[in-house]
T-cell receptor
Framework: QQQVKQSPQSLIVQKGGISIINCAYE??????FPWYQQFPGKGPALLIA?????SEKKEGRFTISFNKSAKQFSLHIMDSQPGDSATYFC???????????FGSGTKLNVKP | EAQVTQNPRYLITVTGKKLTVTCSQN?????MSWYRQDPGLGLRQIYY???????DKGDVPEGYKVSRKEKRNFPLILESPSPNQTSLYFC?????????FGPGTRLLVL
């Protein structure tokens, strides 16, 4: 049973649009929620992360929204660019960061 | 340059032939981990190591072994590979919550 559920599986967005990827979790013991970006032929790279004590975190065009009561978090990419085309993974971990649980991934295609 | 390296990058083998995928990091990280990536399943953790001689199972450890004899190295061993272990494998090292992934090893077991 997947501990973190991610949707959609794929996403097509026009250049300049907003890309939104959603994740949900069940285990309330999770307290670290990162997003990773993966380009073809490369390993995932940490993009942005959030702790459950805040509802939003913004870094440049990337924003995480976190809803603790709903056990959901989402990645928003503002002003999406063709260079953002990649696969995005959400993940969750407990405080000791030993075990990480990843979502199934979202393939984003930003059309020029 | 700070990095995680994996070898080989590509490997084709046959069922039952033991193989080792090496992983090395030059960042002096205590924590290292192995994942497999499969379409529609994301990344699933196989094993992790909190320090030298300290390892533990992740979510999908069956059919895999690991060892951590040195801080910088964390090899993944498949003693009798089977076709269901065909996958893309990633090694990662981390300091606290930030994980750094290697470039991946694509394995095909015939």
């Amino acid at each position: 049973q997947q501990q973190v559920k991610q949707s959609p599986q794929s996403l097509i967005v026009q250049k300049g649009g907003i890309s939104i990827i959603n994740c949900a979790y069940e285990n309330t013991a999770f307290d670290y929620f990162p997003w990773y970006q993966q380009f073809p032929g490369k390993g995932p790279a940490l993009l942005i992360a959030i702790r459950p004590d805040v509802s939003e975190k913004k870094e440049g065009r990337f924003t995480i929204s976190f809803n603790k009561s709903a056990k959901q978090f989402s990645l928003h990419i503002m002003d999406s660019q063709p260079g953002d085309s990649a696969t995005y993974f959400c993940a969750a971990s407990r405080y000791n960061f030993n075990k990480f649980y990843f979502g199934s991934g979202t393939k984003l295609n930003v059309k020029p | 340059e700070a990095q995680v390296t994996q070898n080989p990058r590509y490997l084709i083998t046959v069922t039952g032939k033991k193989l080792t995928v090496t992983c090395s990091q030059n960042m002096n990280h205590e924590y290292m981990s192995w994942y497999r990536q499969d379409p529609g399943l994301g990344l699933r953790q196989i094993y992790y190591s909190m320090n030298v001689e300290v390892t533990d199972k992740g979510d999908v450890p069956e059919g895999y072994k690991v060892s951590r004899k040195e801080k910088r190295n964390f090899p993944l061993i498949l003693e009798s590979p089977s076709p269901n272990q065909t996958s893309l494998y990633f090694c990662a090292s981390s300091v606290r919550e930030t994980q750094y992934f290697g470039p991946g090893t694509r394995l095909l077991v015939l």
